[in-house]
């Protein structure tokens, strides 16, 4: 089933924030912190990024969900107004990715084309109007 969440970028403030989200939205709602010192990549990060968060989820009304991430300096990343939240779209098919993804990304900048990642099937997209998207198949 198809499902819209907001991914939020932060610059090593992620935990901070979520934390402090889940205080405010729902205090007993499970918060799932992915660091990037669970992964691989850890080893060719600077220390001060590693603790950093990779991916973070924390459910706040109504079943919305938001994710986020840090956004690290050692990759060239800086948080900005345009890439500091997108909505993010969890699709059913990759036809569905590719249909949506061709009509938004006309006129886009800061675009990645849907491609294989990890996790699934993947892109994102700053649209003509400077909202931000971003498309998944999750990997079965």
């Given at each position: 089933?198809?499902?819209?969440?907001?991914?939020?970028?932060?610059?090593?403030?992620?935990?901070?924030?979520f934390?402090?989200?889940?205080?405010?939205?729902?205090?007993?709602?499970?918060?799932?912190?992915?660091?990037?010192?669970?992964?691989?990549?850890?080893?060719?990060?600077?220390?001060?990024?590693?603790?950093?968060i990779?991916?973070?989820?924390?459910?706040?009304?109504?079943?919305?969900?938001?994710?986020?991430?840090?956004?690290?300096?050692?990759?060239?990343?800086?948080?900005?107004?345009?890439?500091?939240?997108?909505?993010?779209?969890?699709?059913?098919?990759?036809?569905?990715?590719?249909?949506?993804?061709?009509?938004l990304?006309?006129?886009?900048?800061?675009?990645?084309?849907?491609?294989?990642?990890?996790w699934?099937?993947w892109g994102?997209?700053?649209?003509k109007?400077?909202v931000?998207?971003?498309?998944n198949?999750?990997?079965?």
């Amino acid at each position: 089933m198809a499902t819209v969440s907001t991914y939020l970028n932060f610059q090593l403030q992620t935990e901070e924030a979520f934390t402090w989200y889940r205080s405010i939205f729902n205090p007993t709602a499970p918060l799932t912190l992915i660091r990037f010192s669970d992964t691989p990549m850890a080893e060719n990060l600077p220390e001060k990024e590693r603790n950093g968060i990779m991916n973070a989820s924390l459910e706040i009304i109504g079943g919305h969900v938001l994710f986020a991430t840090d956004m690290l300096e050692s990759m060239g990343h800086a948080v900005r107004i345009g890439n500091n939240t997108t909505l993010n779209l969890i699709l059913d098919s990759r036809e569905e990715v590719d249909r949506i993804y061709a009509e938004l990304s006309q006129g886009a900048t800061d675009k990645a084309d849907p491609h294989e990642e990890p996790w699934g099937y993947w892109g994102v997209c700053l649209d003509k109007y400077g909202v931000r998207w971003m498309f998944n198949v999750l990997a079965e």
